[in-house]
């Protein structure tokens, strides 16, 4: 039986700070992305407005 | 280049990353840009308008974000930049680099998106001009690195103005030959006060180059040239009574300080540190880089309050 391969790995053990910061860059992240697919939704809804898809079918 | 390799980054803020992107910076070229677009004429849809704007401050952003990778090796050795996020070894250089190429795409993605591919080739450029052709090459070869590389913050009106209309005409050029003329005597009355750290990190800026005399006698010759510079746009119409007002009024006071620091001892003394705490024959370069900031602001908000308040057609 071997050992499992995660025991042989350099794992970075982050502190609890270090963790702390990363979740907070990732719910920042997550929060520009967001934004980022709000805004092409609108403009998305501006240029539909402006009669992009006003033409003969 | 840099080589710094610092321990990083493992409790870098969302606020460090931000830093990358020269929100400094980032507040003018909204504020120019937003000038830029309410005075061009037609309609507009607000939120296409929005979206474009947006689009230009996150590329301005960008172009930060490269310039504080490449520039980090200089940063670390000027008091005024030693505590930017990478020479301090908060967030990676390789993550500065990153965070600029993404948002340099996505930015022009966007400008694509929002406005037409006039304004997203600016946009490119401006970036390319900033990151490139300023941070990489003219900054640390040249003497003129700010006059030529101040297209790249004077551009944003004109960008904003093509995002609206899809063209250029003589008015936002001349927005953006105004914020060009007006970058060297602002930076260098900046300059003139830090040229102990600008020749302790080996940048060619004009007063460690040419010494404080000649940086005196050239911030005069464009505080003269921008002047009526800044009155042109009431010929062109694009400017109206107030804006006059603003142009006369502190195109005045910029030639009237220009001359103070011509004829002061600014910078003869190589100095570095803290700005705001300059020796007293400094003081007269630090008064004309405030006014050189509040003047340009009141140019553009001129402008903005001219249109928004139905002064001006």
């Known amino acids: 039986m071997t050992e499992p391969q995660e025991a042989s790995r350099d794992v970075v053990k982050l502190t609890p700070e270090e963790e702390a910061a990363r979740k907070k860059r990732n719910v920042w992240i997550a929060l520009g992305l967001f934004a980022f697919m709000v805004l092409v939704f609108f403009v998305t809804l501006a240029k539909m407005k402006a009669g992009v898809l006003d033409r003969p079918l | 280049m840099t080589d710094i390799s610092a321990d990083h980054a493992r409790t870098a803020t969302a606020g460090d990353y931000f830093a990358l992107l020269k929100p400094r910076v980032m507040s003018l070229v909204v504020f120019t840009a937003l000038v830029g677009y309410v005075c061009a004429p037609g309609a507009g849809d607000p939120t296409l308008g929005f979206a474009a704007i947006l689009a230009l401050a996150v590329g301005a952003g960008a172009s930060g974000a490269l ?141 460690v180059t040419h010494g404080a005399k000649t940086t005196r006698a050239q911030i005069l010759i464009y505080a003269l040239l921008l002047a009526p510079l800044a009155y042109a746009p009431v010929l062109t119409g694009l400017g109206g009574p107030l804006y006059a007002g603003v142009a006369l009024i502190g195109g005045a006071a910029m030639v009237v300080l220009a001359i103070m620091v011509a004829r002061s001892k600014a910078g003869d003394a190589a100095e570095g540190g803290d700005i705001y705490n300059a020796r007293a024959e400094n003081k007269p370069a630090l008064r004309l880089f405030v006014v050189s900031i509040a003047y340009l602001f009141a140019l553009f908000a001129a402008l903005l309050v001219e249109r928004v308040a139905g002064l001006h057609p």
């Open chain 2, 67 to 207: 310039n504080m990778w490449y520039d980090a090796d200089i940063d670390a050795r000027m008091a005024r930049t030693a505590s930017r996020p990478v020479p301090s070894g908060r967030v990676a250089p390789q993550e500065a680099l990153g965070l600029g190429v993404a948002l340099s795409v996505l930015s022009v993605l966007t400008m694509i998106l929002a406005a037409n591919l006039l304004a997203a080739a600016l946009l490119a450029f401006t970036i390319f001009f900033y990151a490139v052709v300023y941070t990489m090459w003219l900054k640390r070869s040249t003497p003129q690195n700010i006059v030529i590389g101040g297209l790249a913050g004077a551009l944003p009106p004109a960008i904003a103005w093509a995002a609206k209309t899809g063209s250029l005409t003589l008015d936002p050029i001349l927005l953006v030959a105004i914020i060009f003329m007006w970058t060297p005597p602002h930076f260098w009355a900046l300059a003139l006060t830090q040229s102990r750290d600008y020749a302790n990190a080996g940048v060619p800026m004009l007063p």
